[in-house]
Every structure is written in C-alpha cells, then in structure tokens.
C-alpha cells in the first residue's frame, strides 16, 4: 500500500472545526482513502473513505484534493469524545473492486480537544 | 448488534508460558484479522482469515505465534515460548466482505486483549 504522511499531532478546541490533514502523494488510481479513529484503550473504528468526489457521513467529512495527493478529514463540531488517534490508510481496490486484506497503519494524528 | 468481541481483556503470564486469545468476530463476518499494537504506534498486522483459511499470514513475527479459525468464526491467537517482546495490545477485526460498497470491507475491532509478559 502507498505510504501517507500525518502530523503527530493537533489540537482543537470543543466546538469548532478540526481539519485534519493527510498527504500521499504517491497514491494510485485503485487506491481508496479511508480513514480510521482509536479512541482511548479501544480498538480502532471507521470513519469515512472515499476515492475522489468528497464524502459525508455522520461522523465527518472527506475533502480529497483534485490531483488525489492530499485529503482532509473535517470533524465539523469537535466534541471531547472525538479526542483520538486518527489514521488516514490507502487501500487498493484491485482489479476486483474489493480491497480484502490488511489495513496498513501509520502513526496517525493524536487530536486533543480543549474543553 | 453485537461487535467484536476478545477474550480475555488482559492477560499476565511468565517468559516461556505458552498463551491463547480467543476472538469472537461478528455474526456473519466472513473475514477476520488479528494485529498487534505496541504502546504508541499503530496497529500491525498479523494474519488474515478469508473462512476457515489464513489468506495471508504475511505478518507473523515468527514460527511462535499461531492462528486458526477451524469453523469459519471464532479464531484463537496462540503464542508459545512467549517473550517479554511479545508484551502487546492484541486486537481482533472481522468484515463481511459480501454486500455492496466499500462497507463491505470495512473492518470491525474488538477491544482488544492486552499481554503482559514478566
């Protein structure tokens, strides 16, 4: 899988806006960008992914740069519950549309939110 | 409904002993991963499940650690001659792999085991 590159960590406070960044300029064209969380002493969980168009779910926003070398995951209100370590991982969807097999995780963003 | 679950949550044993994690994917989940997360990095992965077969055992550290998943759903990590290394958080992730959308690979963790070798 290609490699992405995110800062160690951020800081936000309670209520606002948190953009969180990922580069991989190395992505191919069959790479999904997905995002994971782990909140504290639990395992990690899904938050979005997307390919190209910009996604939105319950829980965030995915904004991906119109070249593919970049994306942003936007949590639109932070709360004290989203204080966690955000992984941002490509996974390739192959020939098949399916990309089965394992997550390859980085060291993430540690987001801490100030009351 | 219910998630992942592990058993059991922590785990104490002596250099030498021999161990086993049990996993309890969620219902239906035809795929299950095991990895492991060291304090301050991030999950690294173990071994695959695709059914009953490891479909890649790739991440294996060594001919000590051992997987299986004999009926296609609960998997047991088994660890012998442990190591004070082997100290971990073990985490267990299943996904249904049928349906439609990128969902279907989403990967489903449990909370994870936590192993601490004297």
């Known amino acids: 899988d290609a490699k992405t590159t995110q800062p160690n960590s951020m800081e936000s406070n309670e209520e606002e806006p948190v953009h969180l960044p990922c580069n991989h300029s190395?992505?191919?064209?069959?790479?999904?960008i997905h995002w994971y969380r782990q909140l504290p002493s639990q395992g990690p969980e899904y938050v979005i992914h997307g390919l190209t168009s910009n996604v939105n779910n319950r829980m965030a926003s995915l904004a991906i740069a119109e070249d593919r070398k970049s994306s942003t995951l936007i949590l639109h209100r932070a709360t004290l519950r989203d204080a966690a370590v955000y992984y941002c991982i490509l996974r390739d969807v192959g020939a098949g549309g399916t990309s089965y097999g394992k997550l390859t995780f980085g060291q993430g963003t540690i987001l801490t939110v100030h009351p | 409904g219910a998630g992942v679950s592990q058993t059991p949550s922590n785990k104490v044993t002596e250099k030498g002993k021999y161990v086993e994690l049990r996993c309890d994917p969620i219902s239906g989940h035809t795929a299950l991963y095991w990895y492991r997360q060291s304090l301050g990095q991030g999950p690294e992965f173990l071994i695959y499940f695709q059914g009953t077969g490891a479909a890649d055992d790739s991440g294996l550290p060594n001919d000590r650690f051992f997987a299986v998943r004999p009926e296609g759903s609960v998997s047991t990590l088994k660890i012998q001659r442990t190591e004070r290394g082997d100290s971990a958080v073990y985490l267990c992730?299943?996904?249904?792999?049928?349906?439609?959308?990128?969902?279907?690979?989403?990967?489903?963790f449990g909370p994870g085991t936590r192993l601490t070798v004297l």
């Open positions: 190395t992505i191919s064209g069959t790479d999904y």
């Open positions: 992730a299943s996904s249904p792999t049928t349906g439609t959308g990128g969902m279907r690979d989403t990967q489903y």
